[in-house]
Nanobody
Framework: VQLQASGGGLVQAGGSLRLSCAAS????????MGWFRQAPGNEREFVSA???????YYADSVKGRSSISRDNAKNTVYLQMNSLKPEDAAVYYC????????????????WGQGTLVTVSS
């Protein structure tokens, strides 16, 4: 599956952004979808995921501030991020897997190109 992430940008601390990830597959509803992020010098880390059945998962660092959702009719997954902090700044990647949903980079086999989120303090 091909993935195209968008929605990143520059936002002030405390602000909000909604990231989108459009998938090419008409079988999008069969995929578990995830969001990961990578800041300079850091490893790529899990942010959030949504199963094919709609169950959601969040990293502790974003829990309560973020909401993941999917629209299977539009082949799109969203990540709404609120109360953004400077430490949220990173390149955000969407990812997909048909296998079991494990909150790890290695579990996902399709990746988008990333969208940059910059948070000014």
């Amino acid at each position: 599956v091909q993935l195209q992430a968008s929605g990143g940008g520059l936002v002030q601390a405390g602000g909000s952004l909604r990231l989108s990830c459009a998938a090419s597959e008409r079988t999008f509803s069969s995929y578990h979808m995830g969001w990961f992020r990578q800041a300079p010098g850091n490893e790529r880390e899990f942010v959030s995921a949504i199963s094919r059945s709609g169950t959601t998962y969040y990293a502790d660092s974003v829990k309560g501030r973020s909401s993941i959702s999917r629209d299977n009719a539009k082949n799109t997954v969203y990540l709404q991020m609120n109360s953004l902090k400077p430490e949220d700044a990173a390149v955000y990647y969407c990812a997909a897997t048909l296998w079991s949903l494990v909150q790890a980079v290695a579990n996902f086999d399709s990746w988008g190109q990333g969208t940059l989120v910059t948070v000014s303090s």
